[in-house]
């Protein structure tokens, strides 16, 4: 059918393949692909808001972090820690010294929330990043009507038509909100809160073996 690809990794042809995801050991295509998009979205802007709402504390932290170690790199050097109360003399010099060891600045328990307040907001932030970029992508893909396998064949199919002087049109484009409405399955004004921002099981537009085009592209180059 139109749209279907056949995966070497699943050794099936998947309806409207999109591509094939290592991280869902899964093909992502015309019965999952907006659970996909939802998954990438949701997660990209659930990172950010972990990143903003606790930038404070990662300030905090990796402060604590930073005077822990400052006081490490003193007392291994043999210098006075500031506010010790030490009666000291530097390692340096061949005399006796009498002096306390301070009880350090942080327990055990608050450096480890330290280290770990850190490492999460570094890592919320990271796939903030990198997860926000690909949900960019299939968002460019999908406001054009495309999927990442037809965005490679069209862009191939362009060049090949340029140089014959003609313009190629994608026969799967219908307009920008159109095809959200056809990707997300919204037939009325509701459905943009019961299928897109609430979880919906509702089937996908379509069987995905046939498309229908539109009429003002019925002469264009299919996929």
Request: proline share 4%; charged share 20%.
């Amino acid at each position: 059918p139109a749209r279907t690809h056949h995966c070497s990794i699943c050794s099936r042809c998947i309806l409207k393949m999109d591509h094939h995801c290592p991280w869902l050991n899964n093909c992502v295509g015309h019965f999952n692909h907006r659970y996909f998009f939802s998954f990438c979205l949701f997660m990209t802007m659930a990172c950010i808001y972990c990143s903003i709402s606790a930038k404070d504390m990662f300030l905090d932290a990796y402060n604590a972090i930073e005077v822990s170690l400052h006081e490490l790199l003193l007392w291994s050097e043999g210098e006075a820690v500031p506010g010790a109360g030490l009666i000291y003399i530097s390692f340096s010099h061949q005399v006796e010294s009498s002096y306390q060891t301070p009880p350090p600045a942080f327990t055990r328990q608050e450096r480890m929330v330290h280290k770990s307040l850190v490492y999460l907001w570094v890592l919320t932030s990271s796939v903030a990043v990198a997860l926000g970029g690909l949900t960019l992508w299939h968002a460019m893909l999908i406001s054009r009507g495309e999927t990442s396998v037809e965005r490679h064949i069209n862009r191939k199919e362009r060049k090949r038509l340029r140089l014959k002087g003609k313009v190629f049109r994608n026969p799967y484009h219908r307009g920008k909100i159109n095809n959200w409405k056809i990707f997300f399955g919204v037939e009325k004004q509701s459905d943009w809160l019961t299928r897109v921002l609430l979880p919906s099981g509702h089937l996908p537009h379509g069987d995905g073996l046939t498309w229908d085009c539109p009429s003002h592209r019925s002469n264009t180059m299919a996929i």
